[in-house]
């Protein structure tokens, strides 16, 4: 199989989101209003998967999903839906599934379910950092593959660290590119992307990517050979929906770096589709907004 036909592979969360829509944000001890609710397969991994699928990456997701009928209505989002290569289903109470990951009755994906996954077929795997310990064990079987190949035929690491919790920082050593969050910058003491880069390159192996996005500062990410790049952010005329906003810039990058382009190249159009999408509900118009940018 040649590179370019093999996919890219999301782990992490997935789960059910249920969006309230107001006329105004609420004040603290008022009743409000809806003026509409819908419900949206939501997670990280799981959001970034949808998009990559929207781009036009052939990609597939590996999660745990409680059983049950709302597990079952969990959507193909009524836009293109990401391929189930691996869905953990539990046999738990419902109300686990829409309101919160509950760790000790939802595991996540363990390194045994990972050696199942027929690594040949990928070019890309992406982490949401969640349960390190099996996390690192699934990177080593990745590590160990890409060994036997040479570097055109190695599978790609990324991880995104976006939590500020101590045991996912062991993950900076192991991406080939690594997405931090502004929240985790802030938790470490920096106070600008640029400051974030300079501050946790020492956390990255050598050749790493390490990317951090800003919200309206746009994005920054530090080169394989230690050269800052910046973009803009690309907000849109009404700001109307940023849920999943940094899940479809992680995607959007991961698209561009996982077809060959450069690294200025792929932050660009992370932060136009990641800005774009805030303009509207949900991902299901992604696609003709990339198209109309075109």
Not at 140 to 153: G, K, T
Not at 220 to 225: E, I, S, T, Y
Not at 234 to 254: K, M
Request: charged share 25%; proline share 4%; glycine share 8%.
């Amino acid at each position: 199989m040649e590179q370019k036909d093999k996919k890219v592979l999301c782990i992490g969360l997935v789960c059910l989101d249920i969006i309230s829509v107001v006329d105004k944000y609420p004040e603290e001890d008022t009743d409000s209003r809806c003026v509409s609710q819908r419900w949206q397969r939501g997670g990280n991994a799981s959001n970034s998967c949808t998009v990559l699928s929207l781009l036009g990456s052939s990609c597939a997701f590996m999660g745990s999903l409680c059983a049950g009928p709302v597990a079952r209505s969990h959507d193909p989002l009524q836009c293109k839906a990401p391929v189930l290569l691996h869905v953990r289903k539990l046999h738990h109470s419902l109300k686990l599934l829409p309101l919160m990951a509950d760790r000790r009755n939802v595991p996540d994906v363990t390194a045994e379910d990972f050696s199942k996954v027929e690594l040949r077929h990928f070019k890309w795997i992406h982490w949401e950092g969640r349960n390190v310990d099996e996390q690192l064990k699934m990177i080593q079987q990745v590590a160990r593959h890409n060994a036997a190949l040479p570097w055109q035929q190695r599978i790609t690491i990324s991880v995104e660290i976006e939590k500020p919790r101590e045991p996912l920082y062991e993950l900076f050593a192991y991406g080939d590119v690594v997405f931090v969050s502004k929240d985790v910058a802030r938790h470490l003491g920096f106070h600008t992307p640029q400051s974030a880069l300079e501050g946790l390159r020492c956390r990255v192996k050598v050749g790493a990517v390490l990317i951090c996005a800003w919200a309206e500062k746009g994005a920054d990410a530090l080169a394989p050979d230690g050269l800052f790049i910046h973009s803009d952010a690309f907000p849109p005329e009404r700001l109307i929906d940023t849920l999943g906003a940094g899940d479809t810039f992680n995607a959007a990058v991961i698209h561009k770096l996982s077809n060959g382009a450069r690294l200025e190249e792929a932050l660009t159009f992370g932060c136009r589709v990641a800005g774009g999408k805030c303009g509207f509900h949900g991902y299901g118009g992604i696609a003709d907004m990339v198209t109309r940018q075109e």
